[in-house]
């Protein structure tokens, strides 16, 4: 847990915070109360800033998002996990710090590794939910049909088409074949080689 004069230098240093001085840093800073107001009432200790914790908020919506108010549940949870993950690891900082035994040490660092755990797992299932209705709403969009050709590629694939044809070889041409002598051969076809077994090709 955090000693009593952590929590009085956390004190102490929030009176140093002025907040946002220009205007623009003011209508972001109360836009964030208005969304996340209530979380930071009882999620942020006193001592602790919640400007940090809008902050954090708002890092998570640029990058995730939300499209619903349920996905913006999960975005404010993952943003509370880590919150007090962080506080965790401030405590754990300030138990190690202190001159006690390690007899006193060491229950309270187990059990605020156990605390760390579950805010690890909720972290996590926040953001597998998050993801899995974000997968959903995309899958549930119609998909935008193709673009039809333009006429210049209409033009391309009708000047294509020629070439293509003139490159086929012709068809249909009859081809005869014999095992018979050169000296067979009828009048006017010609004759490949001229031995036993020769091959006759009737040109057409």
């Given at each position: 847990m955090t000693s009593a004069k952590q929590i009085e230098a956390n004190r102490r240093n929030s009176l140093k915070s002025t907040g946002p001085k220009t205007a623009e840093g003011k209508a972001v800073a109360s836009l964030n109360n208005l969304r996340h107001g209530l979380r930071a009432r009882t999620v942020?200790?006193?001592?602790?800033?919640?400007?940090?914790?809008?902050?954090?908020?708002?890092?998570?919506?640029?990058?995730?998002?939300?499209?619903?108010?349920?996905?913006q549940f999960y975005v404010e949870q993952m943003a509370v996990s880590q919150w007090k993950l962080s506080r965790v690891e401030l405590a754990e900082k300030s138990i190690l710090?202190?001159?006690?035994?390690?007899?006193v040490q060491i229950p309270l660092v187990e059990r605020l590794w156990k605390h760390q755990c579950r805010l690890e797992r909720?972290?996590?299932?926040?953001?597998?939910?998050?993801?899995r209705l974000q997968d959903s709403r995309r899958a549930q969009q119609p998909e935008e049909p193709a673009p039809a050709p333009g006429p210049a590629a209409q033009v391309a694939?009708?000047?294509?088409?020629?070439?293509?044809?003139?490159?086929?070889?012709?068809?249909?041409?009859?081809?005869?074949i014999s095992t018979a002598s050169a000296g067979a051969a009828a009048p006017g076809v010609t004759v490949e080689g001229g031995g036993r077994g020769s091959v006759v090709r009737k040109i057409a």
């Open positions: 942020v200790l006193p001592g602790e800033k919640s400007e940090e914790f809008h902050q954090l908020c708002n890092d998570l919506e640029s990058e995730w998002q939300p499209q619903s108010r349920t996905e710090a202190q001159e006690d035994s390690a007899k909720s972290y996590s299932r926040a953001q597998r939910e998050l993801e694939s009708a000047a294509a088409s020629p070439a293509v044809s003139a490159m086929q070889p012709a068809r249909n041409t009859p081809v005869f």
